[in-house]
């Protein structure tokens, strides 16, 4: 049987079982809410946001291997494409952009024009440091990690604070290769 | 021309009131709605019995005062929706018309997992949306 080429992404996001967006995000909403109330402080939340997307991340990798079949990246570039091409469709439903590249190639920026999760929300003037969207950057960290590379994700752009677009910058910092756990000759 | 607009929760508290003239009768517009109040709750309390009660959310015209006419929108949570206009011919498609776009602008603020229930409207969208109907409501019935 010939191998199976990767899908696209728009294909995945065909196939796979959707939920209402507005499902999505208003019970998005009531996280974030809830962790404002639990945890008062909005660095903290942030910083919980980010773990949440972490730990979605680290399982949610697997899932896009197999369902999207494409094949190993021969360089960061060709992951941040794949990532924002591919993932982001198949899980959101929309489709990021990549740009600002740095020389080394170790460092870019992923776009979103469009992103369900702030569908309706607006800051009260008392949260104005909280990052909305930060399990984003957990889930491209955690997913990341899993197949070796470390990396460290920032928000550049937000639209709930003003800009016109949101904008994640991702920083390879290492690759690790893997390991065996055990020694070879034991 | 469309003078004021308010939203009263369930419990008649103010959600958000905001009045399009300059004239310094706001605290005037204030009463008118607030007495809309009143002849909202006799119009629920006692239907008419004509039979077409399922769809009562547009409540029509309330009752006219010597320059304003004032009509009413009821959403099936109580929530109420109150327009003072001083146009003499208003067409009843028009408001209903107006009435709707204000319930999804009015579905959308509340959906802000800032809002809290039962507070007032904080939301500068949902203003600004506002105002972008109370606009076109002017010139929509100018023709």
Redesign the interface.
Known sequence: MAPVGPRSGDAIFASVERVNA?LF??TY??I??QLLTDLEEVEEVNKQLDQMGYNIGIRLVDEFLAKSNVSRCIDFKETADVIAKVGFKMFLGVTASVSNWDADGTCCSIILEDNPLV??????DT?QGLYYCNVLSGVIRGALEMVSMKTEVTWVRDMLRGDDAFELQVKLLKQVPEEYPYKDDE | MIVCVAVVGHQNNPLYIQSFTEADDALKLHHIVHCSLDVIDERVNNPKKSGSTLNETFLGLLYPTENYKVYGYLTNTKVKFIVVTTDLDVRDADVRNFFRKFHVAYV??V????HVPGKKI????FAERVSTIVKSFGLSSAG
């Open positions: 507005e995000t208003l909403g009531a974030v809410r569908d309706f929300v607006e800051l009260p949260c | 959308d603020a959906s802000n997992p800032f904080t939301s500068r969208t």
